[in-house]
C-alpha cells in the first residue's frame, strides 16, 4: 500500500519570502501525486498533478512542485508568497492505473502561515 | 448552484439521534466519495460510488451509510454515532478514473454531544 507523509505540520513565513512545503511517498509501484489547498471553513482545491512527463509541474497561485522519482518526493514551492495563501496544505498519492478507482491518500497536512 | 454543495454545513447530534449528511455535485460527474477529517489526522476515504455503485467501502462502522440515488447526490445516513465521530465530513467527485481531479465540497462540521 501507498503511504504519504508531509514533513512539517507548520510552516511560518514572512509574505513575499519563498516556502517549500515537503511531501514524500512510499509506494511500489507508479503513482500519481497531487497537491491540494485547504481554505478556512472551505473543501479542498486542487493546486496541481504529476500524472507523467515533465517532473517540473506548474499549479495555480504562482505553486509548482518537482517530482523526484529517486528520492521519492514531491515538494510543493512558491518564489514569493502572499498573506491569502495562509491555509492548510495536503499532499496525496494515487496507485497509477490498477483497480484502486478514485483512491487517494492524504498526508497529514502542513499549515502555512504568512506573516505580513 | 455549481460545483460541489454540501448541507447541512453544521449539524450537532446526540448519540441516540439519526441524521442524514447530503451532498449535490453539478458537475457532470459519474464518481462521488465521502471522506472524514479528523483533527491531526489525515483524510480518511470513507466510501466510493461510481455510476451509483459502491465500489469502497473502506472498514467503515455500520453506524455510517452511505445511499446514492443517482450520479448527481450522495447521503450519508448516521445514526448512533460516538463522540469520537465528530470531524468534518467532505464530499468529493470526479469525472473518471485516470485523471482522477476530484472536486470537493465545503464540508459538514459535525459534532457528536
Known amino acids: 500500500a501507498q503511504s504519504v507523509t508531509q514533513l512539517d505540520s507548520q510552516v511560518p513565513v514572512f509574505e513575499e519570502a519563498p516556502v517549500e512545503l515537503r511531501c514524500n511517498y512510499s509506494s511500489s509501484v507508479s503513482v500519481y501525486l497531487f497537491w491540494y489547498v485547504q481554505y478556512p471553513n472551505q473543501g479542498l482545491q486542487l493546486l496541481l498533478k504529476y500524472l507523467s512527463g515533465s517532473t517540473l509541474v506548474k499549479g495555480i497561485n504562482g505553486f509548482e512542485a518537482e517530482f523526484n522519482k529517486s528520492q521519492t518526493s514531491f515538494h510543493l514551492r512558491k518564489p514569493s508568497v502572499h498573506i491569502s495563501d495562509t491555509a492548510e496544505y495536503f499532499c496525496a498519492v494515487r496507485l497509477a492505473g490498477g483497480t484502486s478507482y478514485g483512491k487517494l491518500t492524504f498526508g497529514q497536512g502542513t499549515i502555512l502561515t504568512v506573516h505580513p | 448552484e455549481t460545483g460541489v454543495t454540501q448541507t447541512p454545513r453544521h449539524l450537532v447530534m446526540g448519540m441516540t439521534n439519526k441524521k442524514s449528511l447530503k451532498c449535490e455535485q453539478h458537475?457532470?460527474?459519474?464518481?462521488m466519495y465521502w471522506y472524514k477529517q479528523s483533527a491531526k489526522k489525515p483524510l480518511e476515504l470513507m466510501f466510493v460510488?461510481?455510476?451509483?455503485?459502491?465500489?469502497e467501502n473502506n472498514s467503515v462502522p455500520s453506524r455510517f451509510s452511505p445511499e446514492c440515488p443517482n450520479s448527481s447526490h450522495l447521503f450519508l445516513h448516521l445514526h448512533t454515532l460516538q463522540p469520537e465521530d465528530s470531524a468534518l465530513y467532505l464530499c468529493?467527485?470526479?469525472?473518471?478514473?485516470?485523471?482522477?481531479?476530484?472536486?470537493f465540497g465545503p464540508g459538514t462540521r459535525l459534532t457528536v454531544l
Open positions: 458537475l457532470g460527474h459519474n464518481a
Open positions: 468529493a467527485s470526479s469525472q473518471d478514473e485516470l485523471y482522477n481531479e476530484q472536486f
Open positions: 460510488y461510481n455510476f451509483k455503485e459502491q465500489t
